[in-house]
């Protein structure tokens, strides 16, 4: 088992920045993707980025966001720059053990709790 704890959210004007983590217990992450995902109200939930044998991003936050990781910590990353209102929603950790790079949420196999990212306009 995996248990991910996400923590890094919070209120944010326009324009500013957040930086998200992502830590893990249980198992070492080495050997997974990671991705981060995100919920709006009332919308499903929606993939962010990827890193594992190379990284991917959603067209909405290419040059905006990074993913990154620290093995050594277990932990995973999210710098988020020039945030908009658009980017509110709960954000979400998740592995995937089989390390697909998938932008689909149904290759990942544990999941965090969620921290919220909200930005004000």
């Known amino acids: 088992q995996v248990q991910l704890v996400e923590s890094g959210g919070g209120l944010v004007q326009a324009g500013g920045s957040l930086r998200l983590s992502c830590s893990a217990s249980?198992?070492?992450?080495?050997?997974?993707?990671m991705g981060w995902f995100r919920q709006a109200p009332g919308k499903g939930r929606e993939f962010v980025a990827v890193?594992?044998?190379?990284?991917k991003y959603a067209d909405s936050v290419q040059g905006r966001f990074t993913i990154s990781r620290d093995n050594a910590k277990n932990t995973v990353y999210l710098q988020m720059n020039s945030l908009k209102p658009e980017d509110t929603a709960v954000y979400y950790c998740?592995?995937?053990?089989?390390?697909?790079?998938?932008?689909?949420?149904?290759?990942?196999?544990?999941w965090g709790q969620g921290t919220q990212v909200t930005v004000s306009s």
């Open positions: 890193v594992g044998w190379g990284t």
């Open positions: 998740a592995a995937d053990t089989a390390s697909t790079l998938s932008t689909a949420k149904g290759f990942y196999d544990y």
């Open positions: 249980g198992r070492t992450l080495r050997p997974y993707a």
